[in-house]
């Protein structure tokens, strides 16, 4: 195994490899492209989900993590490798640059959903007031 890898692609490939150590029949390439396809952030732009699910097979297979017979499955060191994060070529900054951005992401989410409340709220608060200005104008 090489000692340098993209980190998107090993987090890639863990989560593969997570999904087929479950599944001991193994899965077809267009089960993994459709139950890959689900997983938040796992496209790459400019490739299809097609193209990553065989980048990321063919790198699970040249390392002996995958093998294909008529469905693709996890292998003994496929499953080893998965139970020892040591082995995971992760880059540190990279997981904590995740890690923030995910944070960031939350806050500006609570706080945009914030917001729009408010401002819903102060806007009909004010169409409420203009309504009732008019009401008592028109009753006066």
């Known amino acids: 195994m090489e000692s340098r890898v993209d980190s998107g692609l090993e987090i890639r490939r863990i989560l593969l490899l997570t999904r087929l150590k479950d599944l ?27 193209e990553v699910v065989q980048q990321v097979l063919q790198s699970l297979i040249d390392d002996k993590l995958v093998a294909l017979g008529t469905r693709f499955v996890a292998t003994v060191k496929g499953r080893e490798y998965l139970e020892d994060p040591l082995k995971w070529r992760i880059d540190e900054r990279t997981t904590e640059e995740l890690a923030d951005n995910m944070f960031w992401k939350e806050i500006y989410d609570v706080f945009d959903k914030a917001y729009h409340r408010l401002k819903s709220k102060t806007q009909n608060m004010a169409k409420g007031s203009v309504d009732s200005g008019r009401f008592a104008k028109g009753a006066a």
């Open 24 to 50: 001991p029949k193994g899965m077809t390439l267009p089960q993994l492209v459709k139950d890959c396809g689900k997983v938040s952030g796992w496209d790459i732009p400019g490739k299809t989900g097609w």
